[in-house]
T-cell receptor, first 109, second 113 residues
Framework: GIQVEQSPPDLILQEGANSTLRCNFSDSVNNLQWFHQNPWGQLINLFYIPSGTKQNGRLSATTVATERYSLLYISSSQTTDSGVYFCAARGGTASKLTFGTGTRLQVTL | EAGVTQSPTHLIKTRGQQVTLRCSPISGHTSVYWYQQALGLGLQFLLWYDEGEERNRGNFPPRFSGRQFPNYSSELNVNALELEDSALYLC????????????FGDGTRLSIL
C-alpha cells in the first residue's frame, strides 16, 4: 500500500512565525487530506487537496501530485495552532486513508 | 449541517469485557470508516462500511467487528478486550466511496484496566 512520510517530526515556533510542513507519498493519490489534531484529540479537516493549491485564512496547502508531495504552510502562527498535523493519502482502489506519523507543532509566546 | 457524531466520548472497561461504539455519519454520507489511534502506533485503519456492507478491513483480529444500519449509522464492536485495545477510536464518513474527503468525529476514548 501507499506510504506516507511527514517532516519535520517536531517543530517549535514563536508566535507570529511562519512554517512549512511536508508530506511525501509513495504512489499516485486520489485523495490527500491535511488534518490538525488538537490537544483534546479532535481531528479537524484542514484541506482536501489531491492536487493544486488551496488557501484558508492563514493556512494554505499545495500538492504536486506528479512529484508525490504536499506542503502545508502556516503563516503568522498562533498558540492555538499547536497540536499535531497529519497528512493522509489514499491511492488506487484503496478505501482507507493512510496517515503519516504527524508533525507535532508547539507555538510559544 | 451536523458533523460526524460518536458516542460515548469516554469508556472504561476491564480485560475480557466487550464494548460497542457508535457513529452517526454526516447526513447524505453512505460510507463510514473506523480508525484506531493507539499510543505510539499512529492512526490505523480498522473497517470500512458502505451501503450496509463491510467493504474492507485493516490488519486487526476478528474480535474487532461492526455493522452499518439502513440509516448509515455504524457500530464498532470489540470482544474479549485486551490492554492494548486502549486507544482513541475515530469514525469518519464520506460522500463518495472512492474519492470523497473523509470527515472525522471527535472519537471515543477507550481505556482498558
Amino acid at each position: 500500500g501507499i506510504q506516507v512520510e511527514q517532516s519535520p517530526p517536531d517543530l517549535i515556533l514563536q508566535e507570529g512565525a511562519n512554517s512549512t510542513l511536508r508530506c511525501n507519498f509513495s504512489d499516485s493519490v486520489n485523495n490527500l487530506q491535511w488534518f490538525h489534531q488538537n490537544p483534546w484529540g479532535q481531528l479537524i479537516n484542514l484541506f482536501y487537496i489531491p492536487s493544486g493549491t488551496k488557501q484558508n485564512g492563514r493556512l494554505s496547502a499545495t500538492t504536486v501530485a506528479t512529484e508525490r508531495y504536499s506542503l502545508l504552510y502556516i503563516s503568522s502562527s498562533q498558540t492555538t495552532d499547536s497540536g499535531v498535523y497529519f497528512c493522509a493519502a489514499r491511492g488506487g482502489t484503496a478505501s482507507k486513508l493512510t496517515f503519516g506519523t504527524g508533525t507535532r507543532l508547539q507555538v510559544t509566546l | 449541517e451536523a458533523g460526524v457524531t460518536q458516542s460515548p466520548t469516554h469508556l472504561i472497561k476491564t480485560r475480557g469485557q466487550q464494548v460497542t461504539l457508535r457513529c452517526s455519519p454526516i447526513s447524505g454520507h453512505t460510507s463510514v470508516y473506523w480508525y484506531q489511534q493507539a499510543l505510539g502506533l499512529g492512526l490505523q485503519f480498522l473497517l470500512w462500511y458502505d451501503e450496509g456492507e463491510e467493504r474492507n478491513r485493516g490488519n486487526f483480529p476478528p474480535r474487532f467487528s461492526g455493522r452499518q444500519f439502513p440509516n448509515y449509522s455504524s457500530e464498532l464492536n470489540v470482544n474479549a478486550l485486551e490492554l492494548e485495545d486502549s486507544a482513541l477510536y475515530l469514525c469518519a464518513s464520506s460522500l463518495l466511496q472512492a474519492n470523497g474527503a473523509q470527515h472525522f468525529g471527535d472519537g471515543t476514548r477507550l481505556s482498558i484496566l
